[in-house]
């Protein structure tokens, strides 16, 4: 890691707050976590610093051959929190992310992932969810590579957002760079808004228009969760459902 402070230049920082990453500059090296050949690993983060902090967290993941790494996150606190997880993937190796960020006012929440299939017969998948409010900023940035022997690779992205108000932003950059030819890979991104129609009907049942809309939200944000261990699926739930109500 440079000593030099990134700037807007650089992609990985593109829609960042500069600004409060000066505070925590420079950052600490990356957490390195190496799953051996047939191991597996599961990690649950509940990233939720206070408001005003600036919260980076840097994971160097390397799963070996038949291994599985699963990580599930939250990123809901500080006025800058991100979170970056670079990943290596060796013969018939597995990754699965399922992250949410949940944010409102004027914080700037990241998700940036760098997967490598650098074997054959490995996959990974990976469903980000994102609810944003106020004039938060919510990005995702995931770049998935395929080595040039890495066939048979199967890789997928789903990032979806929703906005609670017109002045927040959602920045999503799925990105594939394909070496091999014989590899599944697909992404897809979209943003918008809470059904409308949905929300008139769990009003017409006597839900108040903010129980209406927790629900709604709850529910979408559960789907990056649903491949989470039981107790951590709650965990995570439970975080989600306190940081939504925050929001509304």
Not at 39 to 65: F, H, N, P
Not at 139 to 166: E, N, P
Not at 218 to 239: G, I, Y
């Amino acid at each position: 890691m440079s000593d030099t402070l990134p700037t807007r230049c650089d992609e990985a920082w593109r829609y960042s707050d500069l600004a409060a990453l000066e505070r925590a500059w420079p950052l600490a090296a990356p957490e390195e976590i190496v799953v051996p050949e047939g191991g597996a690993v599961a990690r649950v983060i509940v990233q939720d610093a206070a408001e005003s902090a600036v919260a980076v967290q840097r994971y160097a993941l390397t799963i070996g051959a038949e291994g599985r790494a699963a990580f599930h996150l939250l990123n809901t606190g500080g006025t800058l929190g991100r979170i970056e997880i670079d990943v290596t993937l060796h013969r018939a190796a597995h990754f699965e992310l399922g992250a949410a960020m949940l944010g409102g006012d004027e914080q700037t929440l990241e998700i940036v992932t760098r997967v490598q299939h650098a074997e054959p017969d490995g996959t990974s998948n990976q469903v980000i969810r994102s609810v944003l409010g106020g004039r938060a900023t919510g990005s995702y940035l995931g770049r998935i590579g395929v080595s040039r022997h890495a066939q048979k690779t199967d890789a997928a992205q789903s990032v979806k957002a929703m906005l609670l108000a017109r002045t927040a932003t959602a920045n999503a950059k799925p990105e594939l760079e394909i070496y091999a030819d014989d590899v599944k890979c697909a992404h897809g991104a979209t943003v918008g808004e809470l059904d409308r129609q949905a929300l008139f009907y769990l009003q017409s049942r006597g839900l108040p228009p903010a129980e209406a809309k927790a629900l709604l939200l709850e529910a979408f944000v559960a789907a990056a969760f649903e491949s989470a261990e039981d107790d951590a699926r709650e965990q995570l739930q439970a975080a989600a459902r306190a940081a939504l109500r925050r929001l509304l």
